[in-house]
């Protein structure tokens, strides 16, 4: 079946300094990947997404990266900020889903904490 | 965006009880989602609620212990039965728009 899950669970930064987040899937058969980012009380935020036929998307401060051959995706943060700390979720939409992001399969989250 | 206003944002329950948690969507939505977060954890997907039909359940989630009403296409519930400590969690809801929109969650703590 299908899991997704992270390298590390916690990771620490500098401001200003670029952060990586990785994450590792275990099926091939899934379409579409999301980030999302989570802050202490609150539900997960959307941050960027990526469709297997693409290996690299830009967003604001944000790159996430695709390989596919070792089933491998990353964020990564350019710049990165105290706001910026919160725990990040990679998450992956089964192909047999019709592509419905609501059956997302969550990794087990990578805290990021940024030193001023 | 869709805005989603999700209560009680937390409660302290006795076991044995059962608590219903609400969610609320400023817009018509087809699928509402509901998961699981169990402390330090990942969410995990406990059901899918479309309204007008019985909602499908995953894998170690039974309607017996979570059921969920669907009444319309801006709302749902989702009631923890017979909640022991193991049930201490936050649940989410969520719903599909131009992407996955999640609530801010109910913090359950049993006792």
């Keep these: 079946g299908e899991s997704v899950g992270l390298h590390l669970p916690t990771l620490s930064v500098q401001e200003g300094d670029n952060s990586i987040i990785n994450c590792a899937y275990s099926n091939s058969a899934s379409d579409y990947f999301i980030w999302y980012k989570q802050e202490s009380g609150k539900g997960p935020q959307f941050i960027i997404d990526i469709r297997s036929n693409m290996d690299k998307r830009q967003g604001q401060r944000v790159t996430v990266l695709l390989n596919k051959t070792v089933k491998h995706l990353s964020l990564q943060i350019a710049a990165t900020q105290p706001g910026d700390s919160a725990v990040y979720f990679c998450a992956g939409v089964p192909l047999n889903y019709g592509g419905s992001q609501g059956n997302l399969i969550f990794g087990k989250g990578t805290k990021l904490s940024v030193k001023p | ?111």
């Design chain 2, 1 to 111: 965006s869709a805005v989603i206003s999700q209560k009680p944002s937390r409660d302290i329950c006795q076991r044995g009880t059962s608590l219903t948690i609400q969610c609320q969507v400023d817009s018509q939505v087809t699928m509402m989602f509901w998961y699981r977060q169990q402390p330090g954890q990942s969410l995990t997907l406990i059901a899918t609620a479309n309204q007008g039909s019985e909602a499908t359940y995953e894998s170690g989630f039974v309607i017996d212990k979570f059921p969920i009403s669907r009444p319309n296409l801006t709302f749902s519930t989702l009631t923890v039965s017979n909640m022991s400590p193991e049930d201490s969690s936050i649940y989410l809801c969520s719903v599909i728009g131009s992407e996955a929109f999640f609530g801010q969650g109910t913090r359950l703590t049993v006792v």
